[in-house]
């Protein structure tokens, strides 16, 4: 089969990660006998240097066309950069909501893997991270609290600042779909995260939720309070496959899931639409700190990759392909300088990259 792939290597130690996820691409095709054609784009800073504008129509239009979009990051060193001045709509960051939302992507997907070659980066005793887990969270991204209406203003001489959750049942539904669906590829597990003993947009998750799940008897639903859920996360993460909730409790609970692996080198993600085009990136920014350097840990572009395969093109035996080789070269001890850890080989990006290929 051939495959449209929009490579949008970035800012910063983008072009490096990007690079060796193409390398691993290529070797799959190869393998399996696919062939991905690339076609680049400018987004983030290297947009605004060329075009003024951190995402053009044209770029956007380009992207639309592809059978799936491969991201590194964008963005310059925080208070350092020359397009950290700009107005906020023209800064590099502007370009990864835009591209989003013209995508029409309302399903992010990050899983929080632990390794167990990387079990002593994780944060967590071992004894309540067991050396492993891999859960996922799919959090909805384009409703809620955060596109809600808002207002501030004074009432009888008091500040007062209002924010609102609205949710439609279509907006759940089509959410709670993904969320099953991902549970299908994995172990079939949706724990369905919301506040319903308080909240009304909450009561309705939990019933429309429930009505989705009578299509997918084969996938084992549950639920449970954010509270509770954001405790479980540090107190048991094994016991989850695929959490499912709304943006803001999403957005925490995706970012302290990322926390206990305790290596955001290797956290891939994906966001995902009605159709089966889906922007896929690592969970990290763009590292200006270490670009240029040989020193970027390339494998959370790489799993991205994978994941692409798996959700975009449903090519799950080589999405697999990929992680084992990843976890191959794991075993063999080799590191790159994030998760180096003592009796380790130090490595540099486009060695692990190569190692990757050569296990494929
Ligand atoms: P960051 O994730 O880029 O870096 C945080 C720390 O982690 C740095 O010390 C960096 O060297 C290290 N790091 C990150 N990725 C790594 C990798 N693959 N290998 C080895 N080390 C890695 O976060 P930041 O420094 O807060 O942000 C830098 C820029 O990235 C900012 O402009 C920010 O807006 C942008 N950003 C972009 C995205 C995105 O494109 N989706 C996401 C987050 C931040």
Known sequence: MKYKI???????????????????LDRVGTVYGHEFLYEELLMGGASID?????????????????????????????????WYELPPNLRPEAGLLKIRKGLG??????????????????PLKEEISKGKFDFTVVRELTG??????????????IRKAVDTMPYDENEICRIAKWAFEIARKRRKQVCSVDKANVLDTSRLWREVVSEVAKEYPDVQITNMLVDNCAMQIVKDP??????????????????????????????????????????????????????????????????????????SFDLEKEASAIEDAVSKVLDQGYRTMDIKSDNTILIGTKEMGDRIVAQL
Not at 70 to 82: C, I, P, R, T
């Open 6 to 24: 929009a490579l949008i290597p970035g800012d910063g130690i983008g072009p490096e990660i990007v690079a060796e996820a193409r390398k691993v």
């Open 50 to 82: 060329a075009t003024g504008e951190p995402l053009t129509a044209e770029t956007l239009q380009k992207a639309k066309e592809s059978d799936s979009v491969l991201l590194g990051a964008v963005g310059g060193a925080v208070g350092q950069s020359k």
């Open 105 to 122: 992507l309302f399903c992010n997907l990050r899983p929080a893997v632990l390794f167990p070659q990387l079990k002593h980066a994780c």
């Open 144 to 157: 809620g609290v955060y596109f809600g209406e808002r207002k501030t203003e004074i009432e009888k001489g």
């Open 238 to 311: 094994s016991q989850f496959d695929v959490i499912l909730t709304e943006n803001m409790f999403g957005d925490i609970l995706s970012d302290e899931a990322s926390m206990v692996t305790g290596s955001i080198g290797m956290l891939p993600s994906a966001s995902l639409g009605e159709g089966k085009l889906g922007l896929y990136e690592p969970s990290h920014g763009s590292a200006p700190d270490i670009a240029g350097q040989d020193k970027a840990n390339p494998i959370a572009t790489i799993l991205s990759a994978a994941m692409m395969l798996r959700y």
